[in-house]
């Protein structure tokens, strides 16, 4: 009893320290112990077993986190240095074809767009953030709202240059100072506020780009014409009410009479077009 009692003090002194001492020196004390009649020997082997597995299991702790760290660290830098890859390149080149910012009176507009604009007088600003709105509110829509609702999504395409035409306006200084590389060092730099907005600006450029191809226009196309032929177009598709394909009869007569209107129809369309050109190259002969 008295040696289980010691034994168990002694294992509680063990376990108590703070590894202030070596394991040699621990293994020392407890051979002394064992030789001075303290313990048994399957006691003296039982401790020496607790010490070593003490020992193991510090190195795996001290190994565990230090492999926790440098997962981390990994992971950090890695995901620090995919954040800088995926910064768009910004090249004198890309910020040429962005094109050159102009603010829009409203002989950029036809009457019916003009309506949209209400209340922004002559502030490009306003009406920027007024053609975003629309934006938003027409391509945040279901897929079955656009099949629906075909005109609609055209103008939202003409807005979409109005949207974009206010922010390359807007960041014109941004531009500039970018070109002429004139910025502060520190913290008073607005360097990287600029690439950010020039950045911003590229994918806006693509996202109209890619509309306009759709219609069959480019990045040349005069942006006055594309928000008239996209607001026309419009207002085409818009004359046209949806039918359920189940009531449609199946004589080709009437499927006739419904193809000769469609035929009317564009043909107006295409007349109308061509007056606005005359109409403007009357009003420059006239300047």
């Given at each position: 009893?008295?040696?289980?009692?010691?034994?168990?003090?002694?294992?509680?002194?063990?376990?108590?320290?703070?590894?202030?001492?070596?394991?040699?020196?621990?293994?020392?004390?407890?051979?002394?112990?064992y030789?001075?009649?303290?313990?048994?020997?399957?006691?003296?082997?039982?401790?020496?077993?607790?010490?070593?597995?003490?020992?193991?299991?510090?190195?795996?702790?001290?190994?565990?986190?230090?492999?926790?760290?440098?997962?981390?660290?990994?992971?950090?830098?890695?995901?620090?240095?995919?954040?800088?890859?995926?910064?768009?390149?910004?090249?004198?080149?890309?910020?040429?074809?962005?094109?050159?910012?102009?603010k829009?009176?409203?002989?950029?507009?036809?009457?019916a767009?003009?309506?949209?604009?209400?209340?922004?007088?002559?502030?490009?600003?306003?009406?920027?953030?007024?053609?975003?709105?629309?934006?938003?509110?027409?391509?945040?829509?279901?897929?079955?709202?656009?099949?629906?609702?075909?005109?609609?999504?055209?103008?939202?395409?003409?807005?979409?240059?109005?949207?974009?035409?206010?922010?390359?306006?807007?960041?014109?200084?941004?531009?500039?100072?970018f070109?002429?590389?004139?910025?502060?060092k520190?913290?008073?730099?607005?360097?990287k506020?600029?690439?950010?907005?020039?950045?911003?600006?590229f994918?806006?450029?693509?996202?109209?780009?890619?509309?306009?191809?759709?219609?069959g226009?480019?990045?040349?196309?005069?942006?006055?014409?594309a928000?008239?032929?996209?607001?026309l177009?419009?207002?085409?598709?818009?004359?046209?009410?949806?039918?359920?394909n189940?009531?449609l009869?199946?004589d080709l007569?009437?499927?006739?009479?419904?193809?000769?209107?469609?035929?009317?129809q564009?043909?107006?369309?295409?007349?109308?077009?061509?007056?606005?050109?005359?109409?403007?190259?009357?009003?420059?002969?006239?300047?």
């Amino acid at each position: 009893m008295i040696k289980y009692i010691f034994y168990t003090l002694f294992v509680l002194f063990i376990t108590s320290s703070v590894f202030a001492k070596t394991l040699d020196q621990k293994k020392n004390d407890l051979k002394k112990v064992y030789e001075a009649g303290g313990i048994s020997k399957i006691e003296y082997n039982k401790a020496l077993e607790f010490l070593e597995k003490s020992k193991n299991q510090k190195k795996t702790k001290k190994k565990t986190i230090s492999l926790i760290k440098n997962k981390d660290k990994t992971k950090s830098r890695s995901l620090f240095k995919k954040k800088n890859e995926d910064k768009e390149e910004i090249t004198l080149e890309k910020i040429e074809k962005l094109g050159t910012p102009v603010k829009f009176d409203n002989s950029y507009f036809p009457e019916a767009m003009i309506k949209k604009f209400i209340g922004c007088n002559n502030s490009f600003k306003c009406k920027g953030q007024k053609a975003g709105g629309e934006l938003f509110k027409t391509f945040n829509r279901s897929k079955s709202y656009g099949q629906k609702n075909p005109g609609k999504m055209i103008k939202a395409m003409g807005m979409f240059e109005v949207f974009y035409a206010s922010k390359l306006w807007y960041a014109r200084k941004s531009i500039k100072r970018f070109k002429e590389n004139e910025y502060k060092k520190g913290i008073f730099s607005k360097k990287k506020k600029d690439e950010k907005e020039i950045r911003s600006l590229f994918g806006i450029n693509k996202g109209r780009i890619s509309m306009r191809e759709a219609l069959g226009m480019s990045s040349d196309t005069p942006t006055k014409e594309a928000i008239k032929k996209f607001w026309l177009l419009g207002e085409f598709l818009d004359l046209g009410t949806g039918v359920n394909n189940k009531k449609l009869d199946k004589d080709l007569k009437e499927r006739q009479e419904l193809l000769e209107a469609y035929k009317l129809q564009i043909s107006n369309l295409r007349k109308k077009l061509q007056d606005d050109v005359e109409k403007e190259e009357d009003e420059k002969s006239i300047e």
